[in-house]
């Protein structure tokens, strides 16, 4: 089974500096880091759960909300089985627990775990 493992999250004033990170470990079965789309997750108090950012297996193609756009840049390191989530000019609004994901196709479903999560509080 895959675990992941978040880290870097804190409190920061607003216009400040974050960067999450997620350890990956556990590959099995001919899988390895770089088989999984990673994604970073984030759910604010009273709010549902919602897709911050996205990466493919070897990096090429990015995605991200647009509320992070310009401020936020995912990354991976497959050396490492680390994906990486840099958060710049940091508002009250992303204040919200952080989780990491991670996804593939199997036979016949999706196969995807879920971190822990890391708290990120923004405020004065």
């Known amino acids: 089974q895959v675990q992941l493992v978040e880290s870097g999250g804190g409190s920061v004033q607003p216009g400040g500096s974050l960067r999450l990170s997620c350890a990956a470990s556990?590959?099995?079965?001919?899988?390895?880091?770089?088989?999984?789309?990673m994604s970073w997750y984030r759910q604010a108090p009273g709010k549902e759960r919602e897709l911050v950012a996205t990466?493919?297996?070897?990096?090429?193609?990015?995605n991200y909300a647009d509320s992070v756009k310009g401020r936020f840049t995912i990354s991976r390191d497959n050396a490492k089985s680390t994906v990486y989530l840099q958060m710049n000019s940091l508002k009250p609004d992303d204040t919200a627990v952080y989780y990491c994901?991670?996804?593939?196709?199997?036979?016949?479903?999706?196969?995807?775990?879920w971190g822990q999560g890391t708290q990120v509080t923004v405020s004065s």
């Open positions: 994901h991670a996804f593939r196709w199997g036979t016949i479903r999706k196969v995807d775990y």
């Open positions: 556990g590959f099995t079965s001919g899988f390895t880091f770089s088989s999984y789309v």
């Open positions: 990466i493919t297996g070897i990096g090429g193609n990015t």
